[in-house]
Every structure is written in structure tokens, then in C-alpha cells.
């Protein structure tokens, strides 16, 4: 916490002081018989122990989800603000499917997301939410739209991530694998969403003023929802100060580039039969520059960090499961000259699928989400939800779960997602319940772009794989932190050497 932050927060202590004396006698309520459920005290709820678990929330709370019965507990936030988190699978269908009009993005999570995504599809219902859906839907599911997703990322594969990988490896060199598959990452969805190259991934590994931006945007919005007092961000934008005169700066280069790109293209009308994301909005009709504006930020928003971050945590399961990795050399051999695999090819590999599968099992891109409750509701499992409230559910948790799993839930194994077909000696795929593994979301708002993600995380998978071994570059024993913005990351990167296969 920065010291205008400090200053901020003492601003408000007479208001703290009237909360108090009207909560006073619940001082000594206690909250739960589970000891792992934190205590709460009068107006600061949890606080304490929110901040003492800050840089490891994500586990934290996993950790207290899996120690209760019903994968279910209720965090008390300052001012007396009630979250219900969960890791129940028919919970999570009640919220994201069965009464999904009840369970909505809200006003909190729009207004603090608002100056970064406006009124893109990620942050907003109703009305607004389903137009953005159906006409990006009809986009996703065309077949000139994975070709034009196929050719970008076989070039950025093959003449971008291959040779500085190859140079990494002849060199010698440390790399931080995560920026450069973030780097990969932000290179192609900006070619898909944009028809723009930043060229963020070159061998001298460039800063590009628009991901810089980018990223700033991305991790000072969401630093919005770990300030215990939102009144304290709040302030900060209305005097332009710290962190808040940041983002305001870091928004404005993203918002700026995106309508000029948009106005560019408007220009020149022969570009609009190019194949990107906002070509087939505009050449639809969709000429309101704010509205495609926010509906291509939050598709490179989504597009940018959860396959690199899906990524960076597979090569490091990878590294660690030698058999895993030596299976899924067997399936991808024989392709070591042809970087360009065919859709088919691609789709065939189910065990390369199955183990990045297992890997957002343990680390899913988007850890935790949460909903607004519009109106009284109970969940299946009993709990009361009241209108107003916050309720998460956390993939993250559930990925832990020996309820969900089994007992050999720690267990890196891709197998879990396969049968053999006992004639051909070929894996088949086996999907699990969505409400069990909501990594892509589910119900009404299920990803859009994930066919799009695995073929984009397969052949990076196979283009690597073939040619290299990654060695992570860490102490015997240590474990990198799962850390978590928007989406999730690997805290310090994730530095490796490259060696070339024999």
C-alpha cells in the first residue's frame, strides 16, 4: 500500500468510527467453528487476513474452500461486504447456467473496469452482452476465421518463435520462457483482432509502446479489486494521483491506437476484406468506433494473457513428468519438417490435449471469477445468497479437489482425460463436466475462442517440442508462485535454458 493510499485510508476513519458503533455488539460473534475460515472483526471484516495473504490470495482461499464440507464459505470484506466463494460443482451450473440471470457481471465489477474494457463484451449484461455475443459468435464460427487464425500462428511459430528459441539454445542463453510466450501471445492476437503486427516478438525482444500499455492497463485495473476500500481508488482517479493517474494514462494510449487503427481501416475500405476480427465487424456494418473498439480490446485481452499463461505452466508440469512429456513426443514425431501442421493433424493430437487439459486442471488461466447477486437466491448446497452480495466461483480450488478428482488429485496425469480404443491402440479424448472444470467458463458465456486457444496452444506445444527440451533454470525443491492479475501468471517469470534435440 502506497502512502497516498495510507493517507486516503485515514481520510476515512471518521466513517469507520460511525460503522463501528453501529455494528458494536457483534464484536464478539464468532464467524465459523472452522478454524481455517478467518476471523472478522467489526467494520474491517477479514482484513487482517486478507493482507497478510495478499500475494498468495489465490491459494489462500483455495485452501479454506477445500477444508470446509460444502466446498463453500463467506468471506467477510471491510464494511461488512459478504463474498460467497465456491468450489461446488452445482453451485457453479446454478450460477453460470441454471438461474444465470440472477448471477450477473454487475455494477461493481463494471464500474471498476470500465475506464480500461468500457463496454466490452467481458464487462457487461443484459442487452449489451447479447448483441456483442451473437455478432462475435457468428464471427468465431466461420471457417475463414481458423484458416486466418491457422496461417498466423504457423508464422509466428515458425519464423518468430522457433528461431529465438534456436539461438537461445546455440547460445546458451537463460530466457524467461513466460515473456516470450506472452510476447508470441500478444503477437497474435493482435494480428487476428487488429490486422496489426507490434512485432513484440523479435529476436532483441523490443519494448512496443501499445503492449506496454497494455499490460499496465491489465494489472493496475485489477490492483482496483485487492484495495480493501474501493472509495480509496475511487479518489485517487478523482485527483489524478498514483497509481490512478497511471492507468488513466495507460488506457488512454490503448484506446487512442485502437480508433486509429479503426479509422485506418475505415479509410481504406479495401483493407476491410482482410480476415481480422475488426475487418469482419466493420465490413458487417458495425461502424460505431466505440463499439468495436471495446469488443477488439476485450478479445485481445482475452486472446493475450490466458494462452501464454496456460502455456507457461504446461512446460513447467512438462518438465517435471518426463513419461508425459515422451508421450507426447510420440505423438507429435515425424513431424520435426512441417512447423505447419494441418487443422486435422492438429486436432488428432488428444494426448497433447488431454495434458494441457490436466495442466489448467492445476493452473487455470482465470484462477477465480465472480458474479453479482440481482436478487435473493439460495444455492444448491443450502447457502443464502442475498441480493447485492459478490459470489466466486474459484476453478483454481477445484483443480484440488479430491471430491471432484479422486484421490489422485495431485497427480499430473493426462490419462485421466483419455480412454484407448482397445481395436486401433489410438487415444480418445474424454471431456469432463464444464461446472466441474469451468476453466472456459460454461453455460451462456463458454468461451468463444476456445477451439481457437488449443489449436493456437498445440502447435506451439508441437513446434517446441519437437525441436527442444525446456530446463527450467530453479533451486532443487522450489516451487514458482502462482500469482494472479486478470489472469494468472508465474510470479518473477519463469527462466529456462533451451537445448536442442538430438
Not at 494521483?241 to 488513466?248: D, M
Not at 501464454?308 to 515422451?326: H, P, Q, R
Not at 453455460?443 to 508441437?462: I, N
Request: proline fraction near 5%; glycine fraction near 4%.
Amino acid at each position: 500500500m502506497t502512502f497516498i493510499d495510507l493517507l486516503l485510508l485515514f481520510s476515512l476513519i471518521p466513517f469507520f468510527l460511525i460503522f463501528f458503533l453501529k455494528f458494536q455488539k457483534a464484536r464478539k460473534n464468532p464467524i465459523s467453528s472452522n478454524t481455517k475460515i478467518p476471523k472478522s472483526y467489526p467494520i474491517i471484516g477479514s482484513y487482517f487476513s486478507l493482507l497478510a495473504n495478499q500475494e498468495q490470495r489465490i491459494q489462500w482461499l483455495s485452501d479454506i474452500i477445500l477444508s470446509t464440507p460444502k466446498l463453500t464459505f463467506t468471506l467477510i470484506r471491510p464494511l461488512n461486504f459478504h463474498t460467497i466463494i465456491t468450489a461446488n460443482p452445482s453451485n457453479v451450473q446454478h450460477i453460470l447456467k441454471t438461474n444465470f440471470s440472477v448471477y450477473q457481471k454487475g455494477q461493481n465489477s463494471n464500474n471498476t473496469l470500465a475506464d480500461f474494457l468500457s463496454n466490452g463484451i467481458f464487462n457487461v449484461d443484459g442487452d449489451i452482452w447479447k448483441y456483442q455475443r451473437q455478432v462475435a459468435s457468428h464471427e468465431f464460427n466461420t471457417r475463414s476465421l481458423r484458416k486466418f487464425v491457422e496461417s498466423v500462428v504457423d508464422v509466428e511459430v515458425s519464423e518468430r518463435l522457433v528461431p529465438i528459441l534456436a539461438n537461445a539454445a546455440a547460445e546458451k542463453n537463460v530466457v524467461d520462457l513466460q515473456d516470450v510466450l506472452q510476447r508470441f501471445a500478444f503477437d497474435n492476437i493482435c494480428k487476428i483482432a487488429f490486422g496489426y503486427d507490434p512485432k513484440y516478438l523479435l529476436p532483441n525482444l523490443p519494448e512496443a509502446e501499445f503492449a506496454v500499455a497494455f499490460e499496465d492497463c491489465v494489472r493496475l485495473s485489477s490492483e482496483r479489486f485487492a484495495v480493501p476500500f474501493p472509495l480509496i481508488w475511487k479518489m485517487k482517479r478523482a485527483f489524478g494521483i498514483g497509481s490512478e493517474k497511471k492507468l488513466r494514462i495507460a488506457v488512454g494510449e490503448v484506446r487512442e491506437f485502437a480508433k486509429r487503427i479503426v479509422r485506418e481501416k475505415l479509410n481504406e475500405r479495401s483493407s476491410l476484406d482482410s480476415a481480422d476480427l475488426l475487418s469482419r465487424f466493420l465490413s458487417t456494418g458495425h461502424s460505431d468506433e466505440d463499439f468495436v473498439v471495446d469488443i477488439v480490446i476485450s478479445f485481445i485481452l482475452a486472446g493475450r494473457d490466458t494462452t501464454s499463461a496456460a502455456l507457461t505452466w504446461f512446460f513447467w508440469l512438462i518438465s517435471k513428468n518426463a513419461d508425459v512429456e515422451s508421450e507426447i513426443l510420440r505423438e507429435i514425431g515425424g513431424k520435426e519438417e512441417d512447423v505447419s501442421m494441418r487443422y486435422d493433424e492438429v486436432k488428432n493430437m488428444m494426448y497433447t490435449h488431454a495434458s494441457l487439459c490436466e495442466s489448467m486442471r492445476f493452473y487455470p488461466p482465470v484462477p477465480m471469477d465472480s458474479k453479482e447477486v440481482m436478487k435473493d437466491d439460495v444455492l444448491p448446497d443450502g447457502t443464502f445468497v442475498k441480493k447485492g452480495m459478490r459470489v466466486t466461483y474459484h476453478p483454481y480450488a477445484m483443480g484440488r479437489s479430491e471430491e471432484i478428482w479422486g484421490k489422485d488429485w495431485a497427480e499430473f496425469k493426462p490419462e485421466r482425460w483419455l480412454n484407448k480404443d482397445e481395436m486401433t491402440g489410438n487415444w480418445m479424448f474424454v471431456g469432463k463436466d464444464p461446472f466441474a472444470y469451468p476453466v472456459f467458463q460454461a453455460g451462456p458465456r463458454v468461451c468463444l475462442g476456445k477451439e481457437m486457444a488449443f489449436l493456437q496452444m498445440k502447435r506451439v506445444v508441437a513446434g517446441v517440442l519437437q525441436r527442444f527440451k525446456v530446463v527450467p533454470v530453479v533451486e532443487k525443491g522450489v516451487e514458482p508462485m502462482f500469482i494472479s492479475y486478470l489472469t494468472a501468471k508465474m510470479k518473477g517469470g519463469f527462466p529456462v535454458t533451451i537445448e536442442e534435440r538430438m
